[in-house]
């Protein structure tokens, strides 16, 4: 499993649009292109340079729009040379988070915000909310319980709907992963039973991803 | 109901430039996540006084579908 991390700056969103354009499916783009918040349509085209860079130095893999398909809830699909390739994108603030691997797996990344009081009474279970309610930083506690609750509704590829049931096959776990002061984040997937801790998530300059883009634009 | 909804939606994303219409798409116009649409929720729940279970939040995807949705839980 490999996990990467890049920041979004609000100079370059020209630029990633324009490279992602290259792989990005057509359903999303005209989301991206529709959406009114301009950091949101940065990290949305961050998070495609992003996968096809990682693709390409992971698998080789050369990413084209029409690899992309849905999974049985609507989840994100690649499938490149006949090869399904597994992997999930999360993106908050300018952050954006993509995880790779070769079982399903589900990432989040979750900028820090306000009282969250009434939302735990909402998103918890009675034992869940008792105990958070004695954690040290009850607003960090409650982002790495939804950063772990949303990274196993995206493994399970269900959404909000599964809200209530964050059970797990017995092979699949979760870990917390190491990002910037004010965000929380977890991938959801089978995990090494050696792993524990913090996972350390690689991160990439977006110069070099655009650079890279622009690269294997000229070769093609 | 619209002008509740769309006044709830306003104060919680507390942008003027972005319209809110009823074809606004919630997630993709407004650049909201899930874990803010479900504080929206709590914010919906609170103002009419009723509770929306997580099943029916996935059914929100444009202001309409959330007026529609509130219309018919307080007929």
Known sequence: MNIYLAQATPDCECRLIHAALDTMPEEKSVRMKRCRVAQQRTCMALSEVLLAWALLEDRNLKVRKSDRFFGKYGKPMLCVSGEIIEFNISHSGPFVLVGIDENPLGVDIQQWGRDVDLIARKIMSPDEYEAWTTSPDKVVAFYDFWARTESILKWKGVGIAGLRDASLPESIGTHPVAVPHGYSAAVCGCLPKRCSGVLRAQKIEVEMLLTQAERRRVAL | ?75
Do not use: H
Request: hydrophobic fraction near 50%; charge should be negative; aromatic fraction near 8%.
């Open chain 2, 1 to 75: 109901m619209f002008d509740r909804v769309k006044a709830i939606i306003g104060g919680y994303i507390q942008r003027d430039d972005l319209e809110i219409t009823l074809d606004t798409d919630v997630l993709g116009d407004l650049g909201i996540n899930s874990l803010e649409l479900v504080e929206l929720v709590c914010a919906f729940e609170m103002e009419f006084d009723m509770d929306i279970p997580e099943k029916d939040i996935r059914g929100f995807l444009t202001v309409n579908d959330i007026v529609c949705y509130l219309e018919a839980a307080a007929a």
